[in-house]
């Protein structure tokens, strides 16, 4: 499946939005999921194949250095009815595959991907939600926010680099959002975790999403399991990258670290 650019917008410094639309979404089906992802493939620079490929078919027939890079992005927004879709994608300058690459499509450009897939959604049931990440999980989060059932209460924390770097977010529901800056130094990987300690946590049910760095993803479910006594089966936690570690070499070690993650604290 693929998608062509029709519009670009930069939504912070560091957050690129891409619209896509085109023939090539005919076959497109939302899951009900609001951390709805599809499997994006980009190809290396002087790809001898075009533009519109079949990413298993180019890894069975090319060398290796030929194959496309594979990347998870969040599904923003799927319109039905024009049969559009809205993909966030956070760009640190020059680093990274997928980032470089969005910053660089103009209206045309072409975007193969698999899925979407997903198997997060708001319950409806919770007496309140708990939302926390960085800006990997912000297009999840913002589209979660968009599914919070009317008066719900939203408890969001989110992390960034600064004010230029947030982004409006709204919802039916009735957010206690707080905006986390970096400032640089080691202990930006507690800024999460100790803003969670610091929450009065609410009464009734919590239903809670928590992604983003690795180490940072890992204290947050430990303080939730073992401080707050709450089970695995009220949260989505998983660690979307870790720090001081490339996409590649974080993907060789994710299943391994999850694992261990898990088995900490079952």
Known sequence: MYGRVVGTRWL??????????????DGFGMVDATDAYINVAIPPAGA????????????????????????????????????????????HGVEGVAGPWAAAAREGTVLVFEGPAGGYRPDPEADWHL???????????????????????????????????????RSPGRLDLRWLHRTGSPSDADLLLDSLREIAFPRGRMHAFVHGEADEIRGIRRHLLIDHGYQRSEMSCSPYWRRHMTDEAWREVKRDFVTAMEDEVA
Not at 12 to 25: I, K, S, Y
Not at 72 to 91: G, H, M, Q, S
Not at 153 to 163: E, F, M, S
């Open 48 to 91: 001898e194949y075009g533009e519109i490929f079949d990413p298993r078919e180019v890894r069975d027939s090319r060398p290796r250095e030929q194959w496309p890079a594979r990347r998870r992005y969040t599904v923003r927004r799927w319109d039905p009815e024009l049969r559009l879709l809205e993909v966030d994608f956070v760009v």
């Open 131 to 169: 939302l926390v990440g960085d800006e990997s999980a912000l297009p999840a989060i913002a589209a979660s926010l968009d599914a919070l059932p009317e008066g719900a209460l939203g408890v969001v924390r989110l992390v960034c680099d600064g004010p230029e770097h947030e982004i409006d977010l």
């Open 12 to 25: 912070t410094p560091g957050l690129l939005r891409l619209t896509l639309g085109g023939e090539g979404l």
